[in-house]
């Protein structure tokens, strides 16, 4: 097993969670997409699901765009 990335900064309460993906404002890689909409839940490989718009058909690429 590999060991998770930490994610630096503080985690939001429940109460005052950020609108679009809850990661964006701690996330090296957010995009304005990221901001805007929640990402959907994804089947990334037999087993393995992810919330983010990098991955997944129409993913957006870190410039923004959809590629």
């Known amino acids: 097993r590999q060991r998770l990335?930490?994610?630096?900064?503080m985690v939001p309460g429940l109460l005052s969670?950020?609108?679009?993906?809850?990661?964006h404002p701690r996330c090296r890689q957010a995009m304005t997409v990221c901001r805007d909409r929640v990402p959907v839940l994804i089947e990334s490989e037999e087993g393995h699901s992810v919330r983010c718009w990098l991955y997944g058909p129409g993913a957006a690429t870190p410039d923004g765009q959809e590629g």
């Open 5 to 9: 990335a930490e994610i630096s900064g």
């Open 17 to 23: 969670m950020p609108p679009g993906c809850a990661f």
